[in-house]
Structure formats: structure tokens, C-alpha cells
């Protein structure tokens, strides 16, 4: 079993900034692909950002340039650095952890809102 505790949502004006970290524990393979997705009301959950045990890394179109996912293995946690938030990236987000299994989350909520 894999454990994933999310934190660092909440409400933000347009144009500002958030980061959301998501700390792994429990039964945690060498070989993982760790990551984040959204939700938003009415939509279907999609991928925001990924990255591979071996540092690589993947995007949705919608947010390159905005976004960047990083990690500390040492301490088994991925961030996504959100940046220039619009309205449309309102959702809950949630954290993926995918090594033998995949495992979520409980989701965390960001509100771009004026």
C-alpha cells in the first residue's frame, strides 16, 4: 500500500501562484511515474504534469510555460509550482502515485477566483 498526502491548495486571484506538495509513504518501488491531475465540475479528471523516477517529465498543453513539477526523492514528495493561475484551472487536483499499483489521493481544491 502506498499512503499520498496532499496540502497546499486554496483560493487565489487570477494571475497569482500556488504550489501544491504530495508526500509518498508506504511500499514505494524505484521505478514510479508520480504525478497530478485535475477535476473540475462537470469534466472528466485529466492529467496536469508527471515525472518519471528517472526525472522525466510531461505536461498537459494547457498549462506549459505556467506550471512545473519537481520532486525531492529523498523525501518521496512531487510539487507542482502553479504559476499565472487562470479561472479555467479551477478544479481539484489530485496526487497520483503509479508503481505497481496506482494509488490517489484525497484531492485538494484550487479556486481561481477575483
Known amino acids: 500500500q502506498v499512503q499520498l498526502v496532499e496540502s497546499g491548495g486554496g483560493l487565489v486571484q487570477p494571475g497569482g501562484s500556488l504550489r501544491l506538495s504530495c508526500a509518498a509513504s508506504?511500499?514505494?518501488?524505484?521505478?514510479?511515474?508520480m504525478g497530478w491531475y485535475r477535476q473540475a465540475p462537470g469534466k472528466q479528471r485529466e492529467l496536469v504534469a508527471h515525472?518519471?523516477?528517472?526525472?522525466?517529465?510531461n505536461y498537459a498543453d494547457s498549462v506549459k510555460g505556467r506550471f512545473i513539477i519537481s520532486r525531492d526523492s529523498a523525501k518521496n514528495t512531487v510539487y507542482l509550482q502553479m504559476n499565472s493561475l487562470k479561472a479555467e484551472d479551477t478544479a481539484v487536483y489530485y496526487c497520483?502515485?503509479?508503481?505497481?499499483?496506482?494509488?490517489w489521493g484525497q484531492g485538494t481544491q484550487v479556486t481561481v477566483s477575483s
Open positions: 497520483n502515485y503509479h508503481g505497481v499499483f496506482a494509488y
Open positions: 508506504g511500499r514505494l518501488h524505484s521505478i514510479y511515474v
Open positions: 515525472i518519471t523516477s528517472g526525472g522525466n517529465t
